[in-house]
DNA sequence: TTGAAAGCGCTAACAA
DNA sequence: TTGTTAGCGCTTTCAA
């Protein structure tokens, strides 16, 4: 690759005029220079060395993009509709903003924490971060963040600063909505099914008692199904979930790509959805409406969360501050086939 | 963030001798500089600069995965299952082996060599490419490439050196037994339902044609459906197939994802399937199974495909060689409840 | 075993 | 308007 430098030599100017044509800083140009200079450039197809360039400027030109989640569900990460429709959103702000997305998908905050600082990012983008990870984010990374779906308490959000945002669902009311919708229905035995009660899902439960509690209905302990996602203990969770799926009329899932697996393993074992099993997904995905039946859920955009945790980043970059640390966005129950009324 | 200069000052040693403990190259370091600098490397949470790290190396640890897609199919790009999963194949690979992964979308071969150039990326891995890419890439980038689906001439192949491999399926041979099944079953007006006719969809239709002719149907060019995938048009082009399949008995779509939106498509139009239309899709990924009926597809393992990729990416970093320029995987057809015997 | 010095390619402060 | 110079933080020769 040709350097500024030899450019320079061989058009006799020095590599500072050079560099300033290549970043269209002109003014202060001639202009038999910069044509002479731009001639050039597009001649030997100069193209500029991001890393030296980086050095320079302190910068990488770099936004990072963290997935925190638990190592049973590194492998899939990417095939959760949520996810993919979220990075699709953040992708393409990012690229049309001139920077990169590096991605990185791990369990550890601290290998995050060391990785973000490494790479010297200038925007991190964070998704599913709990309220210890923000204690020691908030301690050690000082550039701008944006968080989906983080889950953290009021004391330490304000200890960020000026650059941090979090972009949220109203997750408990939506989930009270959820089971208000199938106790109205005539539900009194409601399964949560779900891979962690961590974070979002701490929201959500907590939506899933109170609704249980305001219709009178005690929520137990064994109401509560942990599966594991790992692609080894999939099956195995799954089956376990299904044969307890007997006892509920209706179970509430923590994602549509749950819920839509939960009824196609209820369908393959003779379990009839809706008429023997009612099931309530989360995110409205493609996934959604395509499974049969279509199922009924939690309407959110995971796209639009995306894409508002990255034009956030941007604009803390370019200089602007947050006027409030959360965006809570609202969710709303989208109805179809998946719930029976047995009233 | 402190520097390496800075410790060196700080524990009266040369640089040279703290990079060399970073870096674990301990062979030429006394036993009491490394503890004394290894001790105060974690002290002060030491964490090299990647940048500056890179300049000096003239290397960068990113692989840059590309993803060259046309314009209208940007937007939803990784909630293609398929997508999705050769993601998620190559980022475990890629982060294992201590590299990094940028992703890129783009349309346009001169921006995508520009943005693996500026980065200088010390491996592509390029989903999609055709021959005509495939013939700039070539001049211009000369670092190791694995592709993952790239559908290029046996010339344009040979040009590349031993840092290239392409890891295809037996796309023509899958689809021609897949069009066998459907006239076995008694179709004979089966259609082709695709958002492209390049590359290994090409291929594809070449396989479908000779099914058709072998058994003595005479293929159209009416019988191509050719559909817009952008959110704009996505559900007219939808809704002007869903008209046309009226005519057909069978349809073949070449992926997944569109497959199922066909089905779905129909049946809300009152079209039943596979009662009133047979689809066979492309893929076998989670969306198959969840859908009802469950497609019948033409399996492949686009995790796999992504693994070798990187697998293979690695190993030309690491100084192997490609024996061969293609690999071609196996597809085989996985019957499920999308085609009807109409004998 | 250690360290001085040069260099990676670029930017930016400042002088001319 | 132009060029000189120093420096970004690290690695790598090579001499001591």
Redesign the interface.
């Known amino acids: 690759?040709i350097t500024i430098k030899e450019i320079a030599q061989h058009l006799g100017v020095s590599p500072t005029t050079v560099s300033n044509v290549v970043r269209g800083k002109t003014k202060e140009v001639s202009k038999e220079n910069i044509e002479k200079i731009q001639d050039y450039l597009k001649k030997v197809n100069y193209?500029?060395?991001?890393?030296?360039r980086?050095?320079a400027q302190q910068k990488?030109n770099i936004i990072g993009v963290v997935l925190k989640v638990r190592k049973e569900r590194?492998?899939?990460?990417?095939?959760d509709?949520f996810v993919?429709?979220m990075?699709?959103g953040i992708?393409?702000v990012v690229?049309k903003a001139g920077y990169?997305?590096?991605?990185?998908?791990s369990d550890d905050i601290e290998e995050i924490l060391?990785y973000v600082?490494?790479?010297?990012v200038d925007g991190m983008i964070l998704f599913c971060m709990l309220n210890d990870d923000a204690i020691r984010v908030q301690q050690q990374f000082k550039k701008p963040i944006a968080c989906v779906d983080a889950y953290i308490s009021k004391e330490v959000e304000d200890k960020f600063g000026d650059k941090f945002i979090n972009i949220a669902l109203d997750d408990e009311e939506g989930v009270y909505n959820c089971i208000s919708y199938l106790i109205d229905n005539g539900h009194r035995k409601i399964g949560f099914y779900s891979d962690n009660i961590e974070g979002v899902n701490a929201a959500r439960l907590r939506g899933y008692k109170r609704a249980l509690m305001d219709h009178g209905i005690k929520p137990t302990k064994d109401d509560i199904f942990k599966f594991d996602p790992s692609l080894k203990m999939h099956d195995i969770s799954l089956n376990k979930m299904i044969d307890k799926a007997k006892d509920y009329t209706a179970v509430f899932c923590t994602s549509d790509?749950y819920a839509?697996?939960l009824?196609?393993g209820c369908?393959l074992k003779g379990i009839n959805v809706p008429d023997d099993l009612s099931i309530i997904g989360v995110d409205d995905?493609?996934?959604s409406?395509?499974?049969?039946?279509q199922l009924t859920t939690l309407h959110q955009s995971p796209k639009e969360k995306g894409k508002l945790a990255a034009v956030k980043i941007m604009e803390f970059i370019n200089g602007e501050n947050a006027e409030e640390h959360q965006i809570i966005l609202k969710s709303h129950l989208v109805i179809r086939d998946s719930v029976k009324n047995i009233k």
Chains 1, 2 share one sequence.
């Open positions: 690759m193209i500029p060395n991001m890393t030296a980086n050095l990488s590194t492998t899939h990460i990417f095939t509709p993919a429709e990075l699709g992708e393409e690229r990169s997305m590096m991605v990185r998908i060391d600082t490494t790479w010297n790509m839509v697996e009824m196609n369908i995905t493609l996934i409406k395509v499974a049969r039946p």
